[in-house]
């Protein structure tokens, strides 16, 4: 059974910095698409970033240069580092997989259950 289980999130600071982990178990995936997305109260989903097995990385215009996602493939992890953080940051975190995709920000099939990033201004 493929399961993915983030954890690192809480409440900072505007201008902090917070490390997502999202473990995958129940098979090898090494060659998924492995990517983050958020959900802001009252908002919808949406894609923060993805990182392909050749290394590849994806990110919506509002994190880059403030968020870096990488991926261990020996421990079926990947990470999202997230620096400066700002309030409009504050959201539920998705951890998200997948082996195919039809484009940059369409989400693959498996979800984590989600971490609550806080950010006070």
């Known amino acids: 059974q493929v399961q993915l289980v983030e954890s690192g999130g809480g409440l900072v600071q505007s201008g902090g910095s917070l490390r997502l982990s999202c473990a995958a178990s129940?098979?090898?995936?090494?060659?998924?698409?492995m990517g983050w997305f958020r959900q802001a109260p009252g908002k919808e989903r949406e894609f923060v970033g993805r990182?392909?097995?050749?290394?590849?990385?994806y990110y919506t215009n509002s994190v880059r240069g403030r968020f870096t996602i990488s991926r261990d493939n020996a421990k079926n992890t990947v990470y999202l580092q997230m620096n400066s953080l700002r309030p409009e940051d504050t959201a539920v975190y998705y951890c998200?997989?997948?082996?195919?995709?039809?484009?940059?920000?369409?989400?693959?099939?498996?979800w984590g259950q989600g971490t609550q990033v806080t950010v006070s201004s």
């Open positions: 998200n997989a997948g082996l195919f995709t039809s484009d940059v920000t369409t989400p693959g099939p498996y």
């Open positions: 990182i392909w097995t050749g290394g590849s990385i």
């Open positions: 129940g098979r090898t995936f090494t060659n998924d698409i």
